[in-house]
């Protein structure tokens, strides 16, 4: 039998998904599934060595729409960037 993930606790929540590779995706969890598929409101993708905040040649940000869908088998974590009680 398979689970559902427990993540109400991040909905509504902003979090920072790191994917495959190197690439994160920072967003507003709106939903889930029991494949942990998300789907995020306003995403931005993080570009990889923008730790550097004093570097004035790190890429900017990419948003990448209203609403996202990150399919599940490429995430690797999901970092709170809110409170999550």
Same mark, same amino acid.
């Given at each position: 039998m398979v689970s559902v993930p427990e993540l109400k606790k991040y909905l509504d +929540? %902003?979090?920072v998904i790191q994917l495959n590779g190197t %690439? +994160?995706? !920072? &967003?507003v969890v709106r939903g889930y599934d029991?494949? *942990?598929n998300i789907t995020l409101d306003d995403a931005i993708e993080m570009p990889s060595g923008s730790g550097s905040q004093s570097d004035k040649n !790190?890429? !900017?940000p990419v948003p990448m729409g209203s609403q996202t869908v /990150? %399919? &599940?088998n490429? /995430? *690797?974590s999901i970092e709170a960037l809110d409170t999550v009680v």
């Open positions: +929540k %902003r979090v %690439r +994160k995706v !920072a &967003g029991m494949f *942990l !790190a890429p !900017a /990150i %399919r &599940g490429s /995430i *690797l």
